[in-house]
């Protein structure tokens, strides 16, 4: 049943995890392609701004760990705002934001379960085998290939460690996967999943790249579209904002979003325009 809420679920016993978020969770050993998963998923609202802001990202930096000392995971800026991810030295991580024009601290959040204990909770109440996770506002979004052979997006609240939603589609996403390229032969480059429907960036045999929108419930093509900019073409804009190394990639129709580990060694999300090759 699609969006079933659960509330109340057992949840595992809290344990201190040394397992660290990062910007997107940072996952290198699960598919970038579910990076925007209900929602791109990223640990932080992340995005790109050219606004000039009064105080560095390396002042900003500073503030940040005399507020809470550990290692910077990463960093993302959105609304004036600097907000870090650090690992402090309670081997709990922390959410920090650094107003970026008065130098203030407006916020520091302790994340209460780390993701590994997250996905212990998830895996609970939904058996079957983690595929990918993402981290917005505070949820896990996990997505779990379940053991009845459907996939399963389970949100986990990472402060009390309680399962608020199950979503089961009756379409897995491979299946999904096989309709979208038969309506748009090529390489599938990324995907994500947001309120039951799938989108999938594929790269076509025309050497452009095309957002194909099916729904998850009936398997039914919504859209199908070809966009300006390649994914390529946006990751070489990306890598103009911040020197690095593409770390993991998602798609929507608003954005190319890009995790970068920069050469300054922290993380940086960049979102990039399909139909203008900017950043937004």
Not at 244 to 254: L, N, P
């Amino acid at each position: 049943m699609i969006g079933k809420v659960l509330a109340g679920k057992a949840v595992v016993a809290k344990a201190v995890g040394g397992a660290t978020i990062g910007t997107a969770i940072a996952l290198g050993s699960m598919t970038s392609a579910f990076a925007s998963d209900g929602q791109h998923i990223t640990s932080t609202k992340a995005s790109a701004h050219t606004e000039a802001a009064t105080y560095t990202q390396a002042q900003a930096k500073t503030i940040a760990l005399k507020n809470c000392g550990g290692t910077v995971q990463s960093v993302s800026f959105e609304n004036n705002a600097y907000t870090f991810v650090i690992h402090g030295k309670d081997n709990q991580d922390h959410h920090v934001k650094v107003n970026a024009h008065s130098g203030k601290v407006v916020k520091v959040e302790k994340l209460s379960f780390s993701q590994s204990e997250a996905q212990a909770v998830a895996v609970k109440n939904c058996g079957g085998t983690v595929k990918s996770v993402g981290f917005n506002d505070g949820v896990y979004t996990f997505l779990i290939h379940g053991n009845d052979s459907r996939d399963h997006h389970v949100k986990v609240n990472a402060q009390s460690g309680k399962v608020i939603q199950i979503q089961s589609a009756a379409f897995t996403k491979a299946q999904v996967q096989s309709i979208a390229l038969k309506n748009c032969s090529g390489t599938i480059q990324s995907s994500s999943y947001v309120n039951d429907v799938y989108t999938f960036l594929i790269h076509g045999k025309d050497n452009k790249d095309h957002h194909v929108k099916i729904n998850a419930e009936t398997g039914k093509v919504i859209k199908v579209e070809a966009v300006k900019f390649t994914q390529e073409q946006a990751k070489q804009a990306a890598l103009q904002q911040h020197k690095g190394t593409v770390q993991s990639v998602s798609f929507s129709e608003q954005a190319y979003t890009f995790v970068i580990k920069g050469t300054d060694n922290i993380k940086h999300t960049v979102k990039i325009s399909p139909q203008t090759g900017k950043v937004c």
